[in-house]
């Protein structure tokens, strides 16, 4: 496929197939209306009932080109309305150079012969020449290919480096140089096998892997719109089934249907069901699709979402007949605490709820009363403030005493009349007559008018609010309560009363670029008491101190799950005509893909149908599932999968380099009861691991992706593994497991960083950094790039410096005084090897003049050799 | 279909788009390496630069730059076309309280609330007949900035510097500056998605708090080492990774992870100086104003002429310019917008950078003629969300100046003439920038994909 050049094809690839598939192909292809197909050149060559629909070569006698332009007598296309005049062009433009349809003799993959539709085999190991460097069955699939090519692997890699390389793939860290010193003394025939069965027992290998599952279940912390509390106990159960070896297919089972799968401990398996909550919003049943899809079966069946796959057998009826099956859950909250404790926390939160709201009702209309009180006498404060404004010019202080005022509230009301920011302009004659030193009648007369306006204002605007609360209290959402219709007052009144009387918003945002005052006359939360007798202040500290009291006997909250169970009444969906909801098509009973339905052949019907999905993906005739995930494991040993996509399986992806040995692997991988240990195990123990990472350049020439194995890739750390070793080398490491996450940028975090909190809506710097994937969507595999920023982050950052430090005082430690011994245990410690001499003496000299030990660290930290593995 | 090996696909990335998504797609074996060089685009181009002066929120484009006599004279009675679907239910038609009047040599109508951009019409072109689909600011935020309605697809600043990579490789390629977080999609609004994850915005939040760039920008200074102590620090680091590229056959990678520290030791400086307004003079920054976005228009400013290749400023956190209630609201914003924005365009003609940046500013839709009469407000002074139409402002790269392009129907209701959906406005962004929209493509998950989904078509009549 060609989608950069500028040829036909690729201009079929970028506008015209889109074009079809967006507009035609809901009504145009299995559905053939009018007996018109249009997924393919000899579909629209052949036509439907009014003929073929293109003549190549001349668009304007082309139907198809007719219909669309809308100049045809009858047929005008699509029904939904004219395409823009652009996508019309490209169509003509299409017809004209010949209407090239890349691939047309392949068109879909058939599902009778593509590669990975057809069942697992179970391959020979081929014979070989060189028949003393195989270990293992691996090696003779991947040493026949090499052979055949005339190449050969480069020669073994060093004990050291091999060490390393199959402790970070297991755990995530590097060995201890203890550890590397055993393995290079151990001349015992199965030193190998002794390492990696210690590294696959140890609780740090599901440390490891449960983080490369986490990728592909698009595993979060949090939600898009708020914090999720318990997603993690889902991240400790994955951990925990790696680290115990759970058989995949029951794991894999487990994510759909751990409630109701007979014959296991169901509720140690319900964890799994977070998967499908833990997802970027509660209304992305699109997204359980794809990650169940993607995520255990390598097809990409979201594309069929508003149209049939263009290229794989996927109908657009398979991806509602699997949606159904999720629009049949809901959401349910399983508590991890008994009964009594549930209800007691509930009951409890429920009480101190009902204190809080006393106490605010309490003070909320004891403010706005005393408002009110004030209001009717607004026309004595206005000529207590003329007393003090106009030509009395008398202090406020004896201004207020001379008329037995609150000395604030008049205080307030000369700030008031002073400011020009008024929103109304009922105060305009009061204060051009104060301007032009009118006398106290008409001054008297002015306040008294605006007093009688304030009182109406004030039963005016308490009269809205009423008969809005009224309404508001019988909507049960915001989104309800947009559609119902309030009253409201003039925008002049309402600021009147706004200024008077409304509570203030203290704080300036973006959107109110001005903070706004407590209207005048408000006096709201404790600020009301001053003006009420001492029994109602006693009355709100005895309900404030019964609040403390209840508050201090609380109950802790209790954990629980979040999961997806059956919703009572399961649902089979409609087709979504082009995606539209709205545009409902063919009936789509849940089900299993058309393409694997000998496997499944019947509609699920039992509930929801998850229990009958799960058995579908797990199945050990499912031709996907075990190859998909044994290609997942091979991607993260050697960098790349035998499959180059681990989550397309289909016709876009790629093929595999070594089909017989993926085949090979899968088949082993179901007869060994779908132990991941043992497929690690195979795996790392053979020739094929053992390789070096050295360069060859005639196996370059002849293989420059190393598609074939000759070399061992060099690789840099991912994320997780470079933080968790800067912090395992510097002896900082905390051995803590599982448990409520904490933030990775706190400086006291020093656990894995798998512990780390995950979040959708700002995810840690330094994860982004080293391309952690965006965790609102499953994640095929990572990315890696190298930028300046990354460069930064191991020069200045606090996590850096910190290790270098730690890394600098354990030497210290450890080895006394002398630099030598020093920068000999760093570099066991980080690279488990001495220091050459040149390497030893730019140590001495970096460190000399001013005792720079934890710079000298941090730049051992920072250096390549630490990053990139070999 | 054939498979290209990704070591071929990688030496096309230079030539074909959409090689590049297929390159890294088929193997994490080896890293991208360079991903932000800078790459020609299709054809050649005048605009090398985009900035956005986002008004999040929604600005009412009745209110601003769309004038509509018509809602003076059928104020406080029913819309004689009804009420389309919006977010909410609202009332009467509502006139507008600014005046318009006709600014610069143009004549293109500009409301009291922008009286300072107003004189600068001659050089801005107002689409007047923008619409996008959905009446509720997630979804349309995600159209106007990643061109879809729901989540999941690359932000148009990461489609950017995936197509052209970066002029200055010592600062990000695509900035965004926002105080907080914008809307409750937040971060996904600048997210690369399935892009390589080096061509997500790089966020600054650009709050009073933190106007020192060390605050603003993560791991670039280290506090505790004077550059003398870390230049001898790198110095060391240098030779130790030398020696051990040394014993590796020279690899490429590790010769470009070198590469990357010397760059990283150059940005120390570089950015520390883009991002730090504090050496602008006292009257330049009295010009933009003293608040979040007027320092955000600023530092954008500082950052284009340093080759910057994509910058984006919201105005402010959440939702800023929806005014459900009061639409005299407008004015506290405008008063700060228009000065900044004013400033900001003076600045880039000034310097000569206005030909050869895109800039536009706009919402991620407009806002009803009639009052929004739901329950929900304190008052029934404001507009509800307007997806069916709504204007948006074009200037400079490549853009013709004092222009109107399209119009909506005598109340500002619908577009309904030369009618621009944003996968349009996207398209003509990328067209601006040298692109064939429909070329510049990542191939993910099975299938390309392009900022304009299958949609777009180039605005021609607004391109000079």
Redesign the interface.
Same mark, same amino acid.
């Given at each position: 496929?060609c989608?950069?050049?500028?040829d036909p094809g690729?201009?079929f690839?970028?506008?015209v197939r889109?074009?079809l598939?967006?507009n035609c192909y809901a009504c145009h292809t299995a559905t053939k209306l009018g007996g018109l197909r249009v997924d393919s050149r000899e579909a629209l060559l052949q036509g439907g009932n009014s003929g073929p629909a293109i003549v190549p070569g001349d668009p304007d006698r082309s139907l198809l080109v007719q219909a669309i332009r809308h100049t045809h007598a009858s047929l005008r296309m699509p029904p939904s309305g004219r395409l823009?005049?652009?996508?019309v062009q490209q169509v003509e433009a299409w017809i004209r150079e010949g209407a090239v349809w890349p691939?047309a003799s392949?068109g879909r993959s058939n599902p009778d012969t593509f590669w990975s539709f057809q069942p697992v085999q179970r391959p020979q190991p081929p014979p070989v020449k060189d028949a003393a460097w195989p270990r293992s069955a691996i090696d003779r699939f991947i040493l026949a290919k090499l052979e055949q090519r005339r190449l050969s692997p480069v020669p073994e890699a060093e004990r050291r480096v091999w060490i390393r390389r199959v402790s970070f793939d297991l755990t995530g860290l590097p060995p201890t140089p203890e550890e590397a010193a055993a393995f290079a003394a151990d001349h015992s025939a199965d030193a190998y096998e002794k390492v990696v069965d210690r590294l696959l027992a140890s609780p740090r290998y599901g440390e490891r892997w449960a983080r490369h599952w986490l990728d592909v279940a698009r595993y979060s912390d949090d939600v898009?719109?708020g914090e999720a509390p318990n997603f993690y106990f889902y991240r400790d159960w994955v951990i925990e089934a790696f680290n115990e070896d759970m058989p995949y297919d029951l794991f894999a089972k487990a994510h759909f249907a751990a409630d109701l799968l007979p014959g296991v401990d169901n509720r140690k398996l319900l964890p799994a069901l977070t998967m499908f909550v833990d997802a970027?919003t509660e209304f992305?049943d699109?997204d359980r699709v794809d990650v169940a899809t993607?995520g255990f079966l390598g097809l990409?069946v979201?594309?069929a979402q508003c149209h049939d796959h263009?290229?794989?057998p996927i109908p657009t009826r398979d991806y509602y007949s699997l949606l159904g099956i999720f629009r049949s859950t809901r959401y349910r909250e399983v508590p991890l605490a008994g009964p009594e404790a549930v209800d007691k926390y509930r009951a409890h939160k429920k009480a101190v709820e009902e204190r809080e709201r006393e106490i605010r009702d309490f003070l909320a209309t004891e403010s706005r009363q005393l408002a009110e009180i004030f209001a009717a006498s607004s026309a004595r404060y206005l000529m207590a403030a003329w007393r003090v404004l106009g030509p009395a010019k008398e202090t406020v202080e004896a201004s207020a005493a001379a008329s037995k005022l609150d000395r604030e509230l008049l205080e307030r009301w000369i700030l008031y009349l002073r400011s020009p920011a008024k929103?109304h302009p009922f105060l305009r004659e009061w204060e051009s007559l104060l301007a032009e030193g009118a006398p106290e009648a008409r001054m008297r007369e002015a306040s008294e008018a605006f007093q009688t306006l304030t009182l109406q204002v004030f039963r005016e605007h308490r009269a809205v609010e009423e008969y809005?609360n009224v309404?508001?209290y019988g909507?049960k959402t915001?989104r309800e309560?947009?559609?119902?219709?309030?009253? /409201?007052?003039p925008?002049e009144l309402?600021m009147l009363w706004q200024e008077l009387a409304a509570d203030g918003n203290p704080r300036a945002?973006?959107?109110?670029?001005?903070a706004r005052e407590d209207g005048v006359l408000n006096f709201r939360g404790d600020k009301v008491l001053r003006f009420l007798p001492a029994a109602w202040s006693e009355h709100v500290a005895g309900m404030r101190a019964r609040l403390a009291g209840l508050k201090k006997a609380a109950p802790p909250p209790y954990p629980y799950l979040s999961i997806i169970e059956d919703a009572p009444e399961a649902v089979d969906l409609r087709v979504f005509v082009r995606g539209n909801s709205q545009n409902l098509g063919e009936k789509a009973p849940r089900g299993f893909l058309s393409i694997l339905k000998d496997i499944a052949p019947e509609p699920f019907t039992k509930g929801s149908g998850r229990l009958q999905l799960a058995e579908a993906i797990a199945n050990p005739r499912n031709p996907l599932t075990a190859r998909v995930i044994v290609n997942r494991v091979w991607?993260h040993h050697?960098?790349?999968g035998l499959v180059? /996509?681990p989550?397309?399986f289909?016709? /876009?992806?790629?093929?595999p380099a070594h089909p017989e040995l993926l085949d090979y692997l899968a088949a082993r991988f179901m007869d060994e009861g779908w132990s991941l240990k043992r497929m690690h195990r195979e795996i790392v123990l053979s020739a094929t691991y053992r390789a070096g990472?050295?360069?060859s350049p005639e196996a370059y020439a002849a293989d420059?992706?190393?598609?074939l194995h000759w070399r061992y890739?060099?690789? %840099?750390l991912d994320a997780e593994a470079l933080r968790d070793s800067l912090l395992f080398v510097a002896g900082s490491l905390s051995e803590q497991r599982g448990g409520a996450p904490a933030p990775l940028d706190d400086a006291t975090n020093d656990r894995r960083t798998i512990y780390g909190k995950i979040s959708r809506?700002?995810?840690d710097?330094m994860l982004?950094l080293f391309?952690?994937?965006?965790p609102?969507?499953h994640a095929?595999?990572?990315?890696? /790039?190298?930028?300046?920023?990354? %460069?930064?982050?191991l020069?200045?950052?606090p996590l850096i410096?910190r290790q270098g430090a730690a890394l600098a005082e354990r030497v210290a430690r450890e080895e006394g005084p002398d630099p030598e011994r020093r920068i000999r245990r760093a570099y066991q410690l980080l690279f488990q090897r001495p220091p050459?001499d040149?390497?030893l003496h730019?140590g001495l000299d970096?460190v000399a003049p001013g005792n720079?030990w934890s710079?000298?660290a941090?730049?051992?930290l920072?250096?390549?050799?630490f990053?990139?593995g070999? | 279909m054939a498979m290209f090996s990704r070591r071929e696909a990688l030496k096309a990335v230079g030539g074909g788009f959409g090689w590049f998504g297929l390159a890294s797609a088929l193997g994490a074996s080896a890293t991208v390496e360079a991903p932000l060089a800078p790459k020609a685009p299709h054809f050649p181009a005048k605009a090398k630069r985009v900035v956005f002066l986002f008004l999040n929120g929604g600005i009412s484009h009745v209110d601003s730059f769309d004038p509509k006599p018509a809602l003076a004279k059928h104020a406080g009675k029913p819309s004689p076309i009804g009420n389309p679907k919006t977010e909410r239910k609202t009332g009467n038609l509502m006139a507008s309280p600014f005046r318009f009047t006709p600014r610069g040599q143009c004549g293109t109508p500009v409301s009291e609330l922008f009286p300072q951009l107003g004189e600068l019409m001659d050089d801005v072109c107002v689409i007047r007949s923008m619409h996008t689909d959905i009446p509720n600011h997630p979804p349309s935020l995600l159209m106007m900035n990643c061109g879809r309605n729901v989540l999941g697809t690359p932000s148009f600043g990461s489609w950017i510097t995936y197509g052209l990579g970066a002029e200055n490789q010592n600062l990000p390629g695509f900035v965004v500056l926002c105080p907080g977080k914008p809307s409750v999609v937040g971060a996904q609004l600048w997210g690369s998605a399935f892009l390589p994850a080096i061509y997500q915005g790089t966020h600054i939040a650009n709050n009073e708090q933190a106007i020192d760039p060390e605050k603003l920008i993560p791991f670039l200074r280290n506090p505790s080492l004077t550059p003398q102590q870390q230049s001898k620090q790198l110095a060391l680091l240098r030779e130790l990774n030398r020696e051990h590229l040394r014993a590796r056959d020279g690899d490429a990678e590790l010769e470009a992870s070198i590469q990357s520290m010397e760059i990283a030791a150059r940005m120390q400086t570089e950015a520390l100086d883009a991002f730090d307004i504090r050496k602008e003079t006292e009257t330049t920054r009295e010009r933009y104003g003293a608040h979040n976005f007027g320092r955000g228009c600023l530092m954008a400013r500082r950052l284009l002429e340093r080759g910057v290749r994509c910058v984006q400023v919201y105005y402010g956190a959440q939702e800023a310019w929806d005014h459900h209630a009061d639409i005299m609201m407008h004015q506290k914003l405008a008063v700060n917008a228009d000065r900044a924005i004013a400033a900001f365009l003076r600045d880039l003609k000034a310097a000569g950078l206005l030909d050869e940046t895109l800039v536009l500013i706009g919402s991620e839709f407009g806002r009803t003629p009639t009052a929004e009469i739901s329950v929900r407000q304190f008052l029934q002074n404001g507009r509800d969300h307007n997806p069916y139409g709504f204007s948006m402002l074009l200037a400079g790269g490549g853009v013709k100046g004092g222009t109107v392009h399209g119009a909506t129907d005598d109340f500002g209701w619908y577009a309904v003439e030369k009618k621009v959906h944003v996968h349009d406005l996207h398209a003509t962004m990328l067209h601006l920038l040298g692109f064939d929209h429909t070329k510049l493509t990542y191939h993910y998950s099975g299938r390309p994909f392009r900022l304009t989904d299958v949609e777009g078509a180039v605005v021609r009549d607004i391109l000079a």
């Open positions: 496929m989608l950069g050049a500028s690729a201009r690839e970028a506008g889109p074009l598939a967006k823009g005049d652009a996508q691939g392949a898009l719109f970027p992305t699109d993607r990409t979201q594309c263009k290229y794989d929103q809005n309404l508001k909507a915001g309560l947009g559609d119902v219709v309030g009253k /409201t007052m925008r309402y945002s973006d959107a109110v670029p001005d991607a050697f960098g790349q180059r /996509t989550s397309n289909g016709q /876009t992806g790629d093929r990472a050295k360069f420059p992706d190393n598609r890739p060099r690789r %840099r809506n700002i995810l710097p982004t391309d952690f994937p965006n609102n969507q095929e595999q990572r990315i890696p /790039t190298t930028v300046p920023l990354q %460069r930064l982050f020069l200045n950052s410096m050459w040149s390497e730019k970096y720079l710079q000298y941090q730049a051992l920072a250096s390549n050799e990053l990139y070999d | -």
